[in-house]
């Protein structure tokens, strides 16, 4: 049997012909075919950013966390910082209740930091599709970079959403 002339799996086409069904599998998709599991738009557009510092404490550290045996800033609360600036970044202008909540972070931590030092964190809203919102975060002391990645969240109403809670 010729491949040419057989459909395609539901959900992919093939690029030289029009599959069936098409008005459905092209349903929550946009430009360039990738698919858009979260459709809903929301009434924020990329560049919105906002920072957050932190003092690092006792209470911050790798062994008060039990993240780790050491008494530096620990990786768990440098993302929870980073992820306090992306909520900061889109604060008061998701609709009245509505939410954000993390669902992906990709983050690497580069530097060591001690007690005592300041940390500063910013997220930059770069990318809005749907309901979900990516951020490029970093983290940086007075030294440079310490930590840098990407936090996605996604708009939630908050009603909806405590009520799926277990």
Known sequence: MDPS???APAGLVHPDR????LVAQTAGRVAGGACLSYRTAVPVEPGLSAHVSLVVAESDTALALRSGDVPVLATPRLIALCEEAACLAVAGM???GRTSVGVRVQFDHLAPVGTGSTIVAEATLEKVEGRRLVFTVTATDAAGLVGAGKVTRVVVERGDFLAKAR
């Open 5 to 7: 002339s057989q459909d």
């Open 18 to 21: 029009p599959a069936l069904g």
């Open 94 to 96: 998701l609709g009245e």
